[in-house]
């Protein structure tokens, strides 16, 4: 018994990894912000079911309007399984609920979360594929690298300097979706400057000893903190620097939007020219 | 009195010098020349380092260490108990709760209305712990009420910082109970300045009734004391005074008990003349402290409280072990 049912999990698994001329997905629910926008932009209608109450976000999704036509799930193993998908879209970093849906038998595929435009690319390709909307995926990538030549700016030697600066100081480095797109706008990154491999906090007084030319800042959040307080500190304005407002939600996930982001970062770094 | 005179003028070294030490403390490196020289000219990058970050951090560091210092020493007089204490009988984090609430409810952090509700915050937890402890308690009803009091303050502060739409306003607990100056500007030095002088005023003035009091409260009604007065000057005064600090930089505790602890052996068991000796000696133990946090990990925010306990703790547990055995 054991075996078949394992067989029957096999053949789900091998059925979604050759989409070509398989039947595509009929009930697919997205339970990760980033697979939610790209499976809003790609599947066809009716196709898509359910996708995670954080789309519906303002800060973190692009996609706001589309997600309101949605029910919204909470990435709870049980009601996801309670929905009867075919299909599961999760990120990498699932957890026990996708643990437990994999248990259950229920097909999921697992996107991990870009940190570059180029992963970009291939997450869309992936979730095009699980869909069964290959074709439209094509589509999709065809015009993001269109785009993407018409907005990134060659790297010389004599480029301005940028850092994102978050709350507590953090502050992005190359291997993040953020950091590629700043390179791609033509800033070589302050975190790189100073020698940070991974994203982390910056002392204020470090960052002003580096004089960005841009500092890249995000959408606040309602209420008050002290974590955020540093980002009003006297300090920042007597600084040459430029500051920048690029809403989160535009590189919080990588999507077509996401050149939105890369638009008005070449911009600025155009004007610093 | 010229014993004393050299002992401020110690003291008033110490702080010139640690407030130096401070100045040129920080992750932005530099040597102790270029740093002067930006502070001076306040030219280039360090040149903003050293006058909007360092110089705020330093004067407020100066200031909340007086604050402290001098609400402990008034406070001991007061309550003729050496454990009286603004951090461990509860006022410090009542005023972390008052401050919260104004933040939380929509008062700008640099507004005059934070330091004024951390205030009311901190004269609550002075009617608590007077209520529930009485005025001539004993060390223990003083520091079972102290325990008490900031327990429930300390909670509601999670409490409502939990329950804040910010997700970044949860992790501000530590910075509450705790206590920081890091990233402070002149802003929160102004912010302080007008109801922490008004407490320091209020302060500097008991002195003369609180010597007459330590003979025992008949003895100073005799001598014209009012102690209705005095007892409104010292709870007023302490609680603008750490209200105020606490509003800008958190709670922090042991320093109102550590540096009155300290000095009383050198101007003997007067309260007038402990009074300003302890206001420069909190001064230069917030400074000290605050150096030390940024020498052990010039990168993060390490917690003034962390520094504090660490040397206030054995002072604590030293005063209640005299107390108890009665030395």
Redesign the interface.
Known sequence: MVSLRALTVLALAAGLAVPAGAEPPKRVVSMNLCTDQLAMALAAPGQLISVSYIARDPRASAMVEEALRYPVNRGRAEEVYLLHPDLVLAGSFGGPAVAMLHRLGVPVVEVAPPTSLDEARKAIAQVGAALGRSEEAAAMIAAFDRELAELSRPVGPDVPTAATWGPNGYSVAGDTLAGDIMRRAGFSLVTDRLGMDTSGYVPLEVLVMAQPDLIVTGTPYPGNSRAEEVLDHPALDRLDGRVLRVPDALWTCALPRSLEALAMLSAEAEALR | MRRDARLLVVLAALVAALALASLLT????AGPRAGLQALWTGEG??G??LR???APRTVLAIMVGASLGLSGAALQGYLRNPLAEPGLIGISASAALGAVIA??A?V??LALGVPFAALGGALGGVALILGLAGRRAGGLGLILGGIAVSALAGALTALVLNL??????A??IM?WTMGSLA?R???HVLTAAPLMLAGWLALARTGRDLDALSLGEEAAASMGVNLPRLRLAVVLGSAAAVGAATAVVGAIGFVGLVVPHLLRGAVGAMPSRLLPASGLGGAALVLAADVAVRMIL????LKLGVMMALVGAPVFLHLIWRTQAGR
């Not at chain 2, 920080?26 to 490196?29: C, I, N």
């Not at chain 2, 804040?164 to 306003?169: L, Q």
């Not at chain 2, 010039?298 to 925010?301: G, K, N």
């Open positions: 920080g992750p932005a490196g990058p360090l903003i380092v909007e970050i360092r933040i939380q929509g700008s952090a804040s739409p910010n997700p970044f306003a992790y501000d910075f990233d500007s002149w802003g010039p990168e993060r925010d």
